[in-house]
């Protein structure tokens, strides 16, 4: 059974950095792309960005491009989610999610299969 564990999540300022990490077992891990997604209160589950499974490639939603970067580390079963400059629209539960088919180059809620319990970020002003 897969099991994808966040942390790293907490109460920052606007401008401050976090990293989040998703610890990952169940699955051969290294053969699997990986995606960050987020979902504020009220408001749909969205992309944040997503590393191939090779980590040759990331894809990053617009909102994020610049500020964002994804990291793995195959031999920790683990991918990161490195947040600069964080602003208060950044605040949601942040997710991460493996889809069924390996081999892939990203990840889409459409296409994710597996998904984490999330960890709550939240940025002031």
């Known amino acids: 059974q897969v099991q994808l564990v966040e942390s790293g999540g907490g109460l920052v300022q606007a401008g401050d950095s976090l990293r989040l990490s998703c610890a990952a077992s169940?699955?051969?891990?290294?053969?699997?792309?990986m995606g960050w997604f987020r979902q504020a209160p009220g408001k749909a589950r969205e992309f944040v960005g997503a590393?191939?499974?090779?980590?040759?490639?990331?894809d990053y939603a617009d909102s994020v491009k610049g500020r964002f970067a994804i990291s793995r580390d195959n031999a920790k079963n683990t991918v990161y989610l490195q947040m600069n400059n964080l602003k208060p629209e950044d605040t949601a539960v942040y997710y991460c999610?493996?889809?069924?088919?390996?081999?892939?180059?990203?990840?889409?809620?459409?296409?994710?299969?597996?998904w984490g319990q999330g960890t709550q970020v939240t940025v002031s002003t």
């Open positions: 999610a493996a889809p069924k088919t390996p081999f892939g180059t990203t990840v889409a809620v459409t296409t994710a299969n597996s």
């Open positions: 169940g699955l051969t891990f290294r053969i699997y792309a």
């Open positions: 590393i191939s499974w090779n980590g040759g490639g990331t």
